[in-house]
Structure formats: structure tokens, C-alpha cells
């Protein structure tokens, strides 16, 4: 994850309402807890936001979408792995709904109109992803993005992937709690920290402290 030359704007900063909420949402089946894997730029920034959502009860940076043999930083980041940099995220049903974290993952997170980067990254480890671990999940997802690109939410259409989820790798030990253990990085700073800024400000009641163990 490098500066690039220039001032990245980043999606979520940049709006003071979040986009509208999901048509369609899953309903809350009794479930204590459930499982989203989402892809939308560097790791860093997707982890600190969704470790701020309540009803979120655990979060993992890591890679998904190539084999386990090349699930290391090093070898995603020569861009030949068919990972990208992902998130998983725990989280209670019964306080936050899927839809909702889509919502924030379109609002907040990342620009879903970016093909294979955000902002300074570039590559397909970078790329824009929903990784599904259910059929209703599936269904959401999609269901979502076409309500969003029929209502031009975004000046330019949504190249998020929805895929399912064969397999999660947990990142290396280094990049979890990256923002939280790093607050005064350069990258977190200008990447980051407007997303959390952003998180709070489009959604108060959802929002949480976190502060890493």
C-alpha cells in the first residue's frame, strides 16, 4: 500500500448521507452470528471501518479468491495469485443485518466503481469484491447493486464481483489491527481515517469505539 501523487478522494468522505438502504434484506432467522467476506481495496481500511459497526463481533484481515499456497503478502502482492486483499466479518444478525453492512461497504468503505484498485493501489488484489457464504447473501448482493446502478447512485457503474467463498486465509499477524496499532502512518491517515470519520458521521447510531487487544 504506497502514496500515490496527488490527493485520493475517498468515496465514503466525500458524502454526508449514506446511499439508500438495500430493497431486499435478509430476514433475522434467530441466528447469533454470521459470516461476510467483502474486497475493496487495501485490508487496512476495510478492517479498522467494520470493527466500528456494532453488532460486528470479530474481524480478520486475510485473502480469498486464490489457492492457499499463495496466500502470503508477498506473493498477493506480485499480483499473479488471484487473491485479493479481504475482510472477514463476524457479525450478530439480531443487531446488524447483511444488508446493512453492504450498505456501509458501498457507502463508506471504498469506491465500487474503481476496476482492479482504490485510489493509490492498483492491481487485482485490490479489486472490488463480495464474497458470499450463502445463497441469500447472493441474492442480496445482486439485488443491491442493480438497485443502486438503476438509480445512478454512482456516477459510473458498480464493477463489484459477487463471488462465493471458497476459502478464506487469514492474513499475516502484521496487518491485523494495522490502522489501530499505526495511527500516525502517512497511508492510514490519509486513506483511513476519513473512512472512520465517514462511518460516523452517515451512520451515528451504528457506530462504535474500537480499541484493539
Known amino acids: ?6 490527493k ?9 448521507e449514506p446511499i439508500p438502504a438495500p ?33 460486528v463481533t470479530a474481524t480478520t484481515a486475510g485473502y480469498s479468491g486464490g489457492s492457499a499456497s499463495t496466500a502470503t503478502y ?8 488471484g487473491h485479493a486483499e479481504s475482510v472477514k466479518i463476524v457479525f450478530d444478525p439480531a443487531k446488524v443485518s447483511y444488508g446493512t453492512l453492504l450498505r456501509i461497504f458501498f457507502s463508506v468503505v471504498h469506491d465500487p466503481t474503481q476496476l482492479n484498485r482504490q485510489g493509490p493501489d ?41 463471488t462465493p467463498l471458497k476459502a478464506f486465509y487469514d ?3 502484521y496487518h491485523q489491527d494495522y490502522a489501530e496499532k499505526n495511527p500516525n502512518n502517512p497511508y492510514i491517515q490519509v486513506c ?3 473512512k472512520m470519520a ?6 451515528p447510531d451504528l457506530f462504535q469505539d474500537y480499541k484493539h487487544k
Do not use: N
Not at 500500500?1 to 496527488?6: A, C, E, T
Not at 485520493?8 to 458524502?15: L, N, P, Q
Not at 430493497?23 to 471501518?49: K, L, M, S
Open 1 to 6: 500500500m504506497l502514496l500515490g501523487r496527488g
Open 8 to 16: 485520493r478522494m475517498v468515496m465514503g468522505a466525500e458524502r454526508k
Open 23 to 55: 430493497a431486499i434484506d435478509e430476514p433475522h432467522a434467530g441466528a447469533t452470528h454470521e459470516t461476510a467476506v467483502f474486497a475493496g481495496g487495501c485490508f487496512w481500511g476495510v478492517q479498522t471501518v467494520f470493527q466500528r459497526v456494532k453488532g
Open 74 to 81: 508477498d506473493q498477493v502482492s506480485s499480483e499473479g495469485t
Open 122 to 162: 492498483v492491481g487485482t488484489s485490490y479489486r472490488s469484491v463480495i464474497f458470499y457464504t450463502s445463497p441469500e447473501q447472493e441474492k442480496i448482493a445482486k439485488a443491491y447493486i442493480a438497485q443502486l446502478d438503476a438509480a445512478h447512485v454512482f456516477p459510473k457503474p458498480i464493477v463489484t464481483d459477487v
Open 171 to 173: 492474513g499475516e499477524d
Open 192 to 194: 483511513d481515517v476519513p
Open 198 to 203: 465517514a462511518l460516523k458521521v452517515q451512520f
